[in-house]
């Protein structure tokens, strides 16, 4: 047991010191009983409880004799405590891996391996919209009884779907927004795609897209990629609106009629309200196959919820 | 008397650039530690004539084998050995044992008398031959302190082929008497050989005094190079023995159905040697014959009998062996009932940099028998100081209290 948390402790901090590295080595052998305790040598433990009690014995003779007199119950605590944070480090890695932070899916208190939290970095939606770590309590984020009918999808039929849920202004959206592109790309899956005005004024290219859809769909894609993806200042001053669309070879003129028709107004206004259904605090908001992933993930973390058995 | 100071002086290992890093060492019978002296001239071998001896006839090899001839005749002089070809360069004392256990032609039946606190170098190569050739290996009892029991050895050497015995143990520092050993025996129609290792160091050995057949030591317990021994034997029997490694550097001619054998000690020194080890060897003995071994030995006694003293005010420490210090050379060795004392060892070099060992100490067969699990070893030498013997029972005492 003492060989078992010794090479647990020394292996990681072996990481950092030969020294360390040295004694993890000897703790391999104790564990897999090459260094048997044999009254000619060492046995690791003893020599593990000898370096501690002198260690402590030049600061406390005290000290030293308490725990020299309750080691066997303090290594048991140590190893107690041992395994809950080797389950919760292992826990935090994984959850690392799979959803881009330490603590769980959209989870955002502090993660070791994203100390500033960029992966759960939203733009929260609501009166005031501002670009940040947003804490939010358990929130039932879900796309149950929304209908998607009226926005863009491709690959549909596909037994994985992807909803994209962002905001042309958000620069966690755009940040976003490549990465699903790519997984929509190799994974072939059902993309879906919703327009959420979270921040400044972005509902003139909401309804502009919606048109694009509407009056050129074959060239809607590609449209949504050069909002996502051009300057962001350039795309979100309203007067180079028609500059984009002459660009792309739309009918200016159609588009903004089409645009500014009362009945786009309120379609547009009706989906993001059916958007508000999924109770949804940020942006982006990614559903693949119905789960939320709020904030910009890595890569991997899409690509690991697709996936059958995470790797492959 | 000796000059501590200006011996430790040569000694690097004890004179770090901290003078707070420099180790208590204090386990010498296990290994010594080594002279500047000595690891110079291993260096001056490497460095500037690192070739064969014996073989090449160029300027290199000349100077090896020369240096090489100088080193056997300051072991010659050393131990009073009648001619240089007594001396046989090996590993150490085991090899020198083992030597001797493979080339004696001993054959079924025959009996060899040993103690009851060999080394396992002096134990398991008699069992072996025991067990491969029907040998019988005898046990001579010591006393209860763990001298030497003449009467015991008188009756138990009647027709034994050869005694073999450890001159100084490095269980408890008892010095055997090796001279009446060897008479009786000698009496008795039984050879002698003597496992020295812990007996050349510290004391005197005069082989052709002691009239000893054979007699094995090591080079690093007196200062020499690590890896390094000497095995001596009286050149009328060395010519008899039948070596029992051999090849290149141990035949005068062969052809291709014969060969014949160099004469001592030649014939034992089979292939390349370690010709650094063997002229560090030699300087390591130069080193030493500069000190009279009667002040190293009171030198040794003043710390042991401090650190004797100081133990045995605690009730629970047992020493192993007579209680008298001037008995155990420079050998304390204690163990306290029912205690790994390994962790002794661990926190003293831990606290304090104090370096001894613990363990069975090789003689496990003794330890099995007086069913004590282990002990802690304190070994002295010419260069250790009060202050060692200090620093160790201070801290002894420190750990005494928490444990
Ligand atoms: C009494 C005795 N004999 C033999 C030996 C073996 O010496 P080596 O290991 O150098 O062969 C030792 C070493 O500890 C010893 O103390």
Redesign the interface.
Known sequence: MPCIVALIVFGIMGIFSASHRALAEEAFGCVFKRITFRPCNTGFAEKIKGKILSKLLVRSAFLAKMVNRHYEILSWIFFILMVGSTIWVGRGVYNFYVYGSCNGLNESGFCAFDPSGENNKVTSVGDDSSCGITQQSEQNVTLENINLSGFPAINTGSKDTVVFVGCYACDYSRRAYPDIKKLVENKKSNYIFAHYPAKGDTMFLGEAGYCVQKEYPEKFWEFNDYLFTADKDYVLNKSNLDEILSKFGFDVKKISDCANSAETKTAVQDQTTELKKTNLYGTPTIFINGKAFVGPKPYRVYRSAINKFIFF | MLNVEKIRADFDVLNPESPAKAPVYLDSACMSLKPRQVVEAMNDYYANYPACAGRSSHKLGDKVTKKVKKARELVTEFINAKSDDEIIFTRNTTEGINLLANSLGLQKGDIVLISDKEHNSNLVPWLRLRDKIGIVVRICPTNEDGTFNLDNFSQLVSGAKLVSVVHTSNLDGVTNPAKEIIKIAHQAGALVALDAAQSIPHKKVDVRDLDVDFLAFSGHKMLGPTGTGVFYGKLELLEKLSPFLVGGDTVESTSYDSYKMLPAPEKFEAGLQDYAGIIGLGEAVKYLSQFDFKYIAEHEFKLNAYITNELQKIPKIKIIGPEDPKLRSGIVNFYIDGT?M???????D??AGIEIR?????V?SW?ENKKI??SARVSLYLYNMMEDAETFITNLK??L???
């Open positions: 790994d390994h962790k002794f060892a661990v926190m003293l831990e606290m613990s363990g069975r100490h090789c496990h330890f699990y282990n420190k750990i209290e928490i444990l």
